[in-house]
């Protein structure tokens, strides 16, 4: 487990691309493994997150073939042909395809066991196991929510008119995925509306699925057991990736960076929204559709940031981004706010509680709250100097490598494998542009 060591080096600048997005990586995989006939994917992002995904599937029965640089064959098995896997399935520290897997199985007349990591095997899942539940799905897990977890799917499945009691796209996706192989129209309410991958990507496949706005909820409707048509998917990069360079690029005097073929789903770029409500020079440039999804080019120029406490976008709009936000406002003038963050203390790791102590222990000032956090930005650098806990969570991992590079001493992330689960190449794409960052042990 080697160590990560963040400390300031020069301005950053250059060009660079980020690897696939890794919502659109697991569901192309797993959409493409229930079509009838063989998809294409290329640019899929190949952390260690999304091969747990393809291996998932692999046991299921579909025939998943990776070809090298982002290239993958899928030859799907249809709707209803999934089979129970011969051992457990490992997900790692997959929390995304884990909730999404549990729809999947629970309308399939199959068995399937899962396990993960420690930070995985932590996290509840009785969030996507109630709707199931209502639909036929029998489960056993660990305290009667954690992994490892059976799946034992129902072969006369219901559909559901379900309203999610918080917004997650996970939650969402998993009702969807359970609907493909239930009769009848399955559907789903949210109160505030959710990354939309999963709708976009079954309308491309043929299935019959619609959305509305009705009585102020973001309604959509699955007709259940449709024929996936196979597509060749192009992923565009994932914007939580890039998050960690534009507030790094943001942040260092005298950056100035270009990320290519982002993907601008408008609802994943409240991150770019945010930084410009603090100040941050953000350029949108080349806009354009890639695979069904809006792209551009994304120049940042240093700038300097100012303290925010009314965010003019939905906190599920980047609820991924905020641990590298919380860091951008450690380094902007002023006092920053957020709430309505419940959602953070339930990812990889509890993110409120694990990003406050970790920008404490580096002289930053801060209150914690239930929902959120107050941060007491520096207007320049931070101490730094201390060690950060990961809790086995790759952002909290990249938001510290960030922030090591405003800090007057240099900041240390204790474990820097995690960051293998969503951006392999994070390191070496940072360096090349300038910054300052070293394994050691």
Same mark, same amino acid.
């Given at each position: 487990?080697?160590?990560?060591?963040?400390?300031? +080096?020069?301005?950053?600048?250059?060009?660079?691309?980020?690897?696939?997005?890794?919502? /659109?990586?697991?569901?192309?995989?797993?959409?493409?493994?229930?079509?009838?006939? +063989?998809?294409?994917?290329?640019?899929?992002?190949?952390?260690?997150?999304?091969?747990?995904?393809?291996?998932?599937?692999?046991?299921?029965?579909?025939?998943?073939?990776?070809?090298?640089?982002?290239?993958?064959? !899928?030859?799907?098995?249809?709707?209803?042909?999934?089979?129970?896997?011969?051992? /457990?399935?490992?997900? #790692?520290?997959?929390?995304?395809?884990?909730?999404?897997?549990?729809?999947?199985?629970?309308?399939?007349?199959?068995?399937?066991?899962?396990?993960?990591?420690?930070?995985?095997?932590?996290?509840?899942? #009785?969030?996507?196991?109630?709707?199931?539940?209502? &639909?036929?799905?029998?489960?056993?897990?660990?305290?009667?929510?954690?992994?490892?977890?059976?799946?034992?799917?129902?072969? $006369?499945?219901?559909?559901?008119?379900?309203?999610?009691? &918080?917004?997650?796209?996970?939650?969402?996706?998993?009702?969807?995925?359970?609907?493909?192989?239930?009769?009848?129209?399955?559907?789903? +309410?949210?109160?505030?509306?959710?990354?939309?991958?999963?709708?976009?990507?079954?309308?491309?496949?043929?299935?019959?699925?619609?959305?509305?706005?009705?009585?102020?909820?973001?309604?959509? +409707?699955?007709?259940?057991?449709?024929?996936?048509?196979?597509?060749?998917?192009? !992923?565009?990069?994932?914007?939580?990736?890039?998050?960690?360079?534009?507030?790094?690029?943001?942040?260092?005097?005298? *950056?100035?960076?270009?990320?290519?073929?982002?993907?601008?789903?408008?609802?994943?770029?409240?991150?770019?929204?945010?930084?410009?409500?603090?100040?941050?020079?953000?350029?949108?440039?080349?806009?354009?559709?890639?695979?069904?999804?809006?792209?551009?080019?994304?120049?940042?120029?240093?700038?300097?940031?100012?303290?925010?406490?009314?965010?003019? /976008?939905?906190?599920?709009?980047?609820?991924?981004?905020?641990? !590298?936000?919380?860091?951008?406002?450690?380094?902007?003038?002023?006092?920053?706010?957020?709430?309505?963050?419940?959602?953070?203390?339930?990812?990889? $790791?509890?993110?409120?509680?694990? &990003?406050?102590?970790?920008?404490?222990?580096?002289? /930053?000032?801060?209150?914690?709250?239930?929902?959120?956090?107050?941060?007491?930005?520096?207007? #320049?650098? !931070?101490?730094?100097?201390?060690?950060?806990?990961?809790?086995?969570?790759?952002?909290?991992?990249? *938001?510290?490598?960030?922030?090591?590079? &405003?800090?007057? *001493?240099?900041?240390?992330?204790?474990?820097?494998?995690?960051?293998?689960? *969503?951006?392999?190449?994070?390191?070496?794409?940072?360096?090349?542009?300038?910054?300052?960052?070293?394994?050691? #042990?």
């Amino acid at each position: 487990m080697p160590s990560l060591i963040s400390s300031s +080096r020069t301005p950053l600048a250059g060009t660079v691309k980020v690897p696939g997005d890794k919502s /659109v990586s697991h569901r192309s995989i797993m959409l493409s493994a229930l079509a009838v006939g +063989r998809s294409e994917i290329t640019g899929l992002l190949e952390g260690e997150d999304v091969l747990a995904t393809a291996d998932a599937m692999r046991a299921m029965g579909a025939r998943v073939e990776r070809l090298g640089n982002g290239h993958w064959v !899928v030859d799907g098995v249809g709707i209803g042909g999934l089979m129970t896997p011969d051992d /457990v399935i490992e997900m #790692g520290n997959s929390g995304t395809s884990t909730r999404l897997l549990i729809g999947l199985i629970g309308t399939h007349d199959i068995s399937v066991t899962m396990t993960g990591d420690a930070s995985l095997r932590s996290r509840p899942m #009785g969030r996507v196991m109630d709707p199931l539940t209502a &639909m036929g799905a029998s489960f056993s897990a660990r305290d009667g929510k954690f992994l490892p977890l059976t799946v034992t799917g129902s072969d $006369s499945p219901l559909a559901t008119d379900y309203t999610t009691p &918080m917004a997650s796209a996970q939650v969402k996706s998993a009702v969807l995925l359970a609907g493909l192989n239930t009769p009848g129209i399955t559907t789903v +309410r949210e109160r505030v509306a959710t990354r939309d991958h999963t709708e976009r990507m079954l309308k491309a496949m043929g299935a019959d699925i619609e959305t509305t706005e009705e009585d102020g909820l973001y309604v959509v +409707r699955l007709a259940g057991q449709p024929e996936l048509a196979p597509v060749n998917f192009e !992923v565009p990069g994932d914007v939580s990736s890039s998050a960690f360079l534009l507030v790094a690029a943001s942040i260092i005097p005298g *950056s100035d960076i270009t990320v290519q073929n982002v993907g601008m789903n408008p609802l994943r770029t409240g991150i770019v929204h945010a930084l410009m409500a603090m100040g941050a020079d953000i350029d949108i440039l080349q806009e354009r559709n890639l695979g069904g999804e809006p792209v551009a080019d994304l120049r940042v120029r240093a700038a300097g940031l100012k303290a925010v406490t009314d965010l003019p /976008v939905d906190p599920s709009t980047m609820i991924d981004e905020f641990p !590298v936000l919380f860091c951008a406002a450690a380094v902007a003038k002023g006092i920053s706010r957020f709430t309505g963050l419940e959602e953070l203390r339930v990812k990889e $790791s509890d993110r409120l509680a694990v &990003m406050a102590a970790g920008l404490k222990a580096n002289g /930053v000032e801060l209150t914690e709250f239930e929902d959120g956090i107050e941060i007491k930005g520096a207007g #320049g650098k !931070v101490p730094g100097g201390a060690q950060v806990a990961t809790h086995l969570d790759h952002r909290i991992a990249m *938001s510290f490598s960030v922030l090591g590079q &405003m800090a007057e *001493s240099a900041i240390t992330i204790d474990d820097a494998a995690p960051i293998q689960t *969503s951006f392999p190449v994070f390191i070496d794409l940072l360096t090349g542009l300038g910054a300052g960052l070293r394994l050691e #042990g």
